[in-house]
T-cell receptor, first 114, second 114 residues
Framework: GNSVTQMEGPVTLSEEAFLTINCTYTATGYPSLFWYVQYPGEGLQLLLKATKADDKGSNKGFEATYRKETTSFHLEKGSVQVSDSAVYFCALNLFSGGYNKLIFGAGTRLAVHP | EAQVTQNPRYLITVTGKKLTVTCSQN?????MSWYRQDPGLGLRQIYYSMNVEVTDKGDVPEGYKVSRKEKRNFPLILESPSPNQTSLYFCASSLGGHQGETQYFGPGTRLLVL
């Protein structure tokens, strides 16, 4: 079936550290891949996305590359800030029957300390 | 401001007492859906709607109902809530019909069923 696996959290980092959150997927067809972020007490916001293999999504210093050969979409940031503390969700998007279905990973909580 | 709104944001109720969570979007989106978020499980889709009067089950529809009488509104109804429906609920919307399109999420409704 279709599924997303993320590294378990929480991930705790010091400010300016390098961040990697691993995400791998299993899917039939050719999904689009997303990273959503959930700040404390808020809903989900799109962070970045990639719609086909080898595409790189980027936003706010975060990057992720759609790797079909390893079925991965790992999230990276070179220097995290305290304001990046949030829960990060990897998701795959399947398009079928005219609608988009999002399948989420379990989420990874990131805590950044000064 | 383009947004998805949900009401109420917080709700405590008792087993068996019918409740409705409202969802409204002002972006003229065709597609709307409901998710529940539970620890370790990420977000799972409850119901979705591709247009007015067109709704269908997601992955965890048991115990829920929805309706789509107007394009902007998509209420979630729990006719006889049970404690296992204690969760964080999100409504989402998107333009509809385009592969890999972004879904926009509401702020969430935290429900506790005693």
């Amino acid at each position: 079936g279709n599924s997303v696996t993320q590294m378990e959290g929480p991930v705790t980092l010091s400010e300016e550290a390098f961040l990697t959150i691993n995400c791998t997927y299993t899917a039939t067809g050719y999904p689009s891949l997303f990273w959503y972020v959930q700040y404390p007490g808020e809903g989900l916001q799109l962070l970045l996305k990639a719609t086909k293999a080898d595409d790189k999504g980027s936003n706010k210093g975060f990057e992720a590359t759609y790797r079909k050969e390893t079925t991965s979409f790992h999230l990276e940031k070179g220097s995290v800030q305290v304001s990046d503390s949030a829960v990060y969700f990897c998701a795959l998007n399947l398009f079928s029957g005219g609608y988009n279905k999002l399948i989420f990973g379990a989420g990874t909580r990131l805590a950044v300390h000064p | 401001e383009a947004q998805v709104t949900q009401n109420p944001r917080y709700l405590i109720t008792v087993t068996g007492k019918k409740l409705t969570v409202t969802c409204s979007q002002n972006m003229n989106h065709e597609y709307m859906s409901w998710y529940r978020q539970d620890p370790g499980l990420g977000l799972r889709q409850i119901y979705y709607s591709m247009n007015v009067e067109v709704t269908d089950k997601g992955d965890v529809p048991e115990g829920y109902k929805v309706s789509r009488k107007e394009k902007r509104n998509f209420p979630l109804i729990l006719e006889s809530p049970s404690p296992n429906q204690t969760s964080l609920y999100f409504c989402a919307s998107s333009l509809g019909g385009h592969q890999g399109e972004t879904q926009y999420f509401g702020p969430g409704t935290r429900l506790l069923v005693l």
